[in-house]
């Protein structure tokens, strides 16, 4: 008798939920759905261009990534985000260890995602000419410890190599969403840096928690660890964007640390704990590594694509 009470009275319940509504409320579609304000606007013409100048280094992103975890790029994944843009230089596959490889792999198709993302909502451009050479990354290593590391530095040589090569990249795109966010107004696109900033704060802090457990290890075949090799990149990036102390290595100072009170740094933030912001000027002068956005070089040997850094480059 208890159990047939017991469940007359969830069948009396559910039959109350029903014909008030709640249930329907609950479900409805209309619920899962933010709300704008009326006569909201989706993408304003200004939006467009700001979203569009992080398609240089999602593509950056994404053949770095596609190509240490598989050996290929995203000329086989997606060949239509390419748009006809020349393939980068000196892309190779790493030699990853397995969980390595599991979260480059992830990354990547991340990146893929992202720059769909991008190209379906503000439109694109044909992918930049990217240098991803170990060459390439032997001269940013070289130039960040001021004198050449022997042997060159190879970001594909193993795990840890890859993984201080990638620190060298995402960082500079979360920074630059940070900076977007302020100027970007329709709601569509605000969703979106939105989204893409996530994930990229996100990318940036599972390589630097990855590091940072490594921090006092000494780098093959060199005689500094990793920890020093991070606060050099970052110091690199702080001297070439030329607007101050916006970059930090997984160890700092107190000054630097969170409150004054760590010398841990496993996420890089200003003195409120805030995420650093650059501009686009910032930006270019770091990826070009000419400490100048009119002068193409580095990781972008012709420069970038789209309105932004195109005109830079038309400037004297």
Not at 65 to 79: C, K, R
Not at 205 to 223: F, G, M, Q, T
Request: some cysteine; glycine content about 10%; aromatic content about 12%.
């Amino acid at each position: 008798m208890g159990n047939i009470s017991t469940s007359t009275s969830f069948f009396t319940f559910v039959m109350v939920l029903l014909s008030s509504g709640l249930i329907h409320n609950c479900f409805s579609l209309n619920t899962c759905h933010p709300m704008y304000q009326e006569h909201a606007i989706p993408i304003y013409k200004n939006d467009i261009d700001m979203m569009q100048f992080a398609e240089n280094l999602e593509h950056l992103e994404a053949d770095f990534f596609l190509w240490g975890a598989l050996g290929y790029g995203l000329d086989q994944v997606a060949p239509w985000l390419v748009m006809g843009g020349p393939p980068p230089i000196g892309a190779q596959r790493a030699n990853l260890d397995n969980l390595t490889q599991r979260i480059i792999e992830e990354f990547a198709y991340q990146e893929v995602g992202h720059l769909r993302a991008l190209k379906t909502t503000v439109g694109g451009f044909p992918r930049p000419l990217m240098d991803l050479s170990a060459h390439h990354f032997a001269k940013v290593f070289d130039e960040a410890f001021g004198f050449p590391l022997v042997p060159p530095f190879d970001p594909y040589r193993d795990s840890v190599s890859y993984m201080l090569g990638s620190y060298v990249i995402p960082y500079v795109g979360l920074v630059a969403y940070v900076g977007t966010n302020p100027n970007i107004n329709g709601y569509i696109t605000k969703r979106l840096l939105a989204g893409l900033l996530g994930v990229e704060a996100g990318q940036d802090a599972v390589i630097r928690s990855y590091l940072y457990d490594r921090a006092k290890e000494v780098v093959h075949p060199y005689n500094h660890t990793v920890a020093e090799f991070t606060n050099r990149i970052s110091e690199l990036r702080n001297q070439l964007g030329m607007c101050g102390i916006k970059d930090e290595g997984i160890k700092v100072p107190l000054e630097l640390g969170a409150e004054n009170r760590t010398r841990s740094n496993v996420l890089s933030a200003n003195y409120d704990s805030l995420s650093y912001r650059r501009t686009p000027r910032e930006i270019l002068r770091i990826v070009y590594g000419t400490g100048d956005e009119h002068v193409p070089g580095g990781f972008f040997p012709h420069g970038g694509n789209g309105k932004i850094a195109r005109e830079f480059l038309k400037e004297p």
